[in-house]
C-alpha cells in the first residue's frame, strides 16, 4: 500500500513564496503521473497541477504561471514551488499519483496547510 506524506506548507503573506515536497513510498513512482490537489474550506478537492512520467507538466489556470511541479524519481518525490501566492490559495495540499481520468490513485495522506494573508 502506498503512504503519501506532504510537507513544506506554512503562513506566508500574499505574494510571497512556498514549496511544497511530497514523497510517495511503495508504488511504482517512475511509471505514474504525480499530482498535487488542494481543497479549501468548503470547496471540492480540485486537481491545480500534475507532472506525468515522461516529465509534461500541466496547472489548472488559476495557478499557471505561479506554481511549478517537478518529480524527482530517484527520490520518489513530487515538489511543488509555489510563488506570487494569493490568499485564495489558501487550502490543504495533497499529492497522489494522477490516474487517466486525472482522478486521485491512492487513498489521501494527510495534505498540508497552506495559508496566505492579505
Not at 471540492?44 to 516529465?55: D, M
Not at 499519483?97 to 487513498?107: F, I, N, T, W
Request: one cysteine or more; glycine letters at 12%; hydrophobic letters at 30%.
Amino acid at each position: 500500500q502506498v503512504q503519501l506524506v506532504e510537507s513544506g506548507g506554512g503562513l506566508v503573506q500574499a505574494g510571497g513564496s512556498l514549496r511544497l515536497s511530497c514523497t510517495a513510498s511503495g508504488s511504482s513512482f517512475s511509471i505514474n503521473n504525480m499530482g498535487w490537489y488542494r481543497q479549501a474550506p468548503g470547496k471540492q478537492r480540485e486537481l491545480v497541477a500534475f507532472i506525468t512520467s515522461g516529465g509534461s507538466t500541466n496547472y489548472a489556470d488559476s495557478v499557471k504561471g505561479r506554481f511549478t511541479i517537478s518529480r524527482d524519481n530517484t527520490k520518489n518525490t513530487v515538489n511543488l514551488k509555489m510563488s506570487s501566492l494569493k490568499p485564495e490559495d489558501t487550502a490543504v495540499y495533497y499529492c497522489n499519483a494522477v490516474s487517466s481520468g486525472l482522478g486521485p490513485v491512492h487513498d489521501w495522506g494527510q495534505g498540508t496547510q497552506v495559508t496566505v494573508s492579505s
